[in-house]
Nanobody, 121 residues
Framework: QVRVVESGGGLVQAGASLRLSCTAS????????MGWFRRAPGKEREFVAA????????KFADFVKGRFTIFRDNARRTMDLQMNDLEPEDTALYYC??????????????WGQGTQVTVSS
């Protein structure tokens, strides 16, 4: 059974940094693309960032504007989302996802439960 688990959320002030971590178990971690999504209050879940299986390709949402970076460690089976210069608009429940294939062009197959990020002004 595949399990995706996020950690690292919290309450921070605008301009601060936060690092979220995700780990996946239950099948080969290195074979699949991983991504981050978020859902703000009253809004649909949206894409944040993703990296393919061999770390050669990454994609970020336009609203990231160079503030976020993703780090994938296949040996530790983790993918972190480093978020800098956080804004109140970044307040959301952040989800980690594992894709169906090694490319993030495929569909998401497994979701984590989410970790809350709250940015105060």
């Amino acid at each position: 059974q595949v399990r995706v688990v996020e950690s690292g959320g919290g309450l921070v002030q605008a301009g601060a940094s936060l690092r979220l971590s995700c780990t996946a178990s239950g099948r080969s971690f290195t074979s699949y693309a991983m991504g981050w999504f978020r859902r703000a209050p009253g809004k649909e879940r949206e894409f944040v960032a993703a990296m393919n299986w061999n770390k050669e390709k990454t994609k970020f949402a336009d609203f990231v504007k160079g503030r976020f970076t993703i780090f994938r460690d296949n040996a530790r089976r983790t993918m972190d989302l480093q978020m800098n210069d956080l804004e109140p608009e970044d307040t959301a429940l952040y989800y980690c996802a594992q894709y169906r294939l090694g490319s993030y062009e495929s569909a998401v197959e497994y979701w984590g439960q989410g970790t809350q990020v709250t940015v105060s002004s």
